[in-house]
């Protein structure tokens, strides 16, 4: 027995030892497998770099109306109304920028990373808007700020911002790398924005209300950012591995089905257009300089913000509790309470802070979680019977909200003409100040509280939105079946299949499938 055991104990030392070596050889593959879909922090940081130029210029430029109305001393009612024509052009250029990046030829630089070099456009552009020759007269001045402005927003912005999509699939080959790109890119970019947002405020407020110092500002920040936005273009081209984005030929008349078919995509753009209203801050900068006394302080308040990261960080489990829809609607309404506060804040930092977080509640549910309700609206077009229009969606919900924008300068224009607001003066009417205070609280929160109404009645689509994408999946099975192809989801091991999918739902929701199809 003794001697048995002795003999039988080395082969099972032998075995344990192999199925270790395996073991870890397949931990090892998989580590590396997994290593592929990675991007390296210092490679990300970068690549990065085009965001934190364009954030810079997307803050530089929010100071562009009180920059018209004060130094330059125009007609705020004007100013607001010129902005809204321009705003119009800029949600057509936004619509039409993919299609000429689509349509632009290779190059020895490659396709996409040419429209990089944008970015020293934006900046010059931006040195021009700032720079408007003071011996010109209130006509030239008009037609200076908005020839300069349209030019910005409604041409190289748009060619520069939808380069982006591109750029990223001929760089990284694999879609794990493009996810996991945009979501180190994300946070490195809030980062980055704070101290932009904290330094750039600092810098106009010293400038006041003397032109010369302002084309300096501009020209101090737009020389180092433009530099800063090139790095990219220097740093990573354009990969042979890397596959081509392809889209299938469209014809108008399936965007007209879609949008006579699909009340919810409306839904989806007229939240998009109230939020552009109230996320646009327009008349923010106003409030620094007549009601808390000085423009430098925004920026102070803006390190708040920091407290949204871990909000951030948490979306994803709060939305698999309560669902996208009423996120934003909850988000809406406490982002309406914070507009209320700045009615009696005044000057007190401590509750601008408080307001900062909670109205950028208000927007923040919106900008990260539309393209989930965007792929929703093309899965409801695939029930439909029509076609997905992904892109179709994106651009609408972008044009609504641009559209919104524009209507926020023109609110501001208005309101603040009607108070008889002055510009050249350093200290406003009652009437003037008021205004100002109605533009940054109650009439904001109307807003807040209106997106907040839609997003409940959009969540009549959300509710159903599991039933729909499972029948959508059986009709893919049964269309795979039809033509002959075994669907993975019938491969023993595979992912859950349509049909299954639909006997799921059925027994979740505890109601006939086809009774909830003619409720739509």
């Keep these: 027995m003794t001697m048995a055991s002795i003999d039988e104990a080395p082969p099972r030392a032998t075995r344990s030892a192999s199925d270790k070596a395996a073991t870890k050889a397949e931990k090892a593959e998989a580590k590396k497998a997994a290593s592929r879909d990675r991007v390296s922090i210092w490679r990300v940081i970068p690549w990065s770099t085009h965001s934190f130029s364009m954030n810079a210029l997307i803050v530089l430029t929010g100071y562009f109306t009180i920059y018209a109305t004060d130094t330059l001393a125009l007609n705020p009612a004007i100013v607001g109304g010129l902005l809204v024509v321009a705003k119009v052009v800029d949600a057509v250029g936004a619509l039409l920028s993919g299609y000429l990046i689509d349509r632009a030829p290779e190059t020895r630089f490659g396709k996409a990373r040419p429209f990089d070099l944008v970015i020293v456009l934006c900046w010059v552009t931006t040195i021009f808007m700032f720079s408007v020759p003071g011996g010109f007269g209130d006509v030239g001045k008009y037609i200076w700020v908005f020839a300069s402005y349209t030019l910005l927003t409604a041409l190289f912005m748009p060619l520069y911002n939808a380069n ?27 980062l980055a924005a704070i101290f932009i947002t904290v330094g750039l405020p600092i810098a106009v407020s010293a400038a006041g209300k003397d032109p010369g110092a302002w084309s300096l500002v501009s020209v101090c920040v737009a020389v180092p950012f433009a530099l800063l936005g090139m790095v990219r273009f220097w740093l990573f081209k354009e990969s042979p591995d890397a596959a081509e984005i392809s889209t299938e030929r469209l014809r108008m008349s399936d965007i007209f089905v879609v949008l006579r078919t699909n009340p919810y995509i409306w839904v989806l753009s007229a939240m998009s257009f109230v939020v552009g209203i109230y996320a646009a801050n327009i008349a923010l900068s106003y409030y620094f300089r007549y009601i808390v006394g000085d423009l430098a302080l925004q920026g102070i308040v803006a390190i708040s913000f920091i407290a949204l990261i871990p909000v951030m960080i948490f979306f994803p489990v709060l939305i698999r509790r309560i669902s996208v829809s009423r996120m934003i609607a909850i988000s809406s309404f406490i982002g309406a309470g914070g507009f209320l506060i700045l009615m009696f804040a005044g000057d007190n930092i401590a509750l601008i802070m408080v307001s900062s977080v909670l109205t950028a509640l208000a927007a923040l549910p919106v900008n990260f979680l539309a393209p989930v309700l965007i792929i929703d609206n093309a899965t409801y077009n695939e029930w439909k019977g029509n076609r997905r229009l992904e892109s179709v969606g994106g651009a609408l919900n972008s044009f609504a909200s641009t559209v919104g924008a524009a209507i926020a300068a023109g609110i501001s224009g208005v309101v603040l003409a009607v108070s008889g607001y002055d510009g050249t003066v350093d200290t406003q009417s009652p009437l003037a100040t008021q205004s100002i205070i109605a533009l940054n ?44 192809v075994v669907p993975d989801a019938l491969v023993p091991g595979g992912p859950i299949g349509g049909t299954e999918a639909v006997r799921v739902v059925r027994e979740e929701r505890n109601a006939p499938f086809t009774r909830r199809r003619r409720k739509e």
Excluded: C, M, N
């Design 164 to 190: 982006v999509a591109l750029y990223t699939a001929r760089v990284f080959p694999r879609r794990e790398q493009y996810s996991d790109v945009a979501a180190k890119t994300g946070l490195i970019t809030v």
């Design 441 to 484: 609280s109650w009439i904001p929160a109307i807003f807040a509280v209106l997106v907040g109404l839609i997003a409940l009645y959009y969540h009549r689509l959300e509710g159903q939105i599991k039933v729909i994408s499972a029948e959508v999946l059986a009709r893919r099975e049964q269309d795979l079946a039809a033509a002959g």
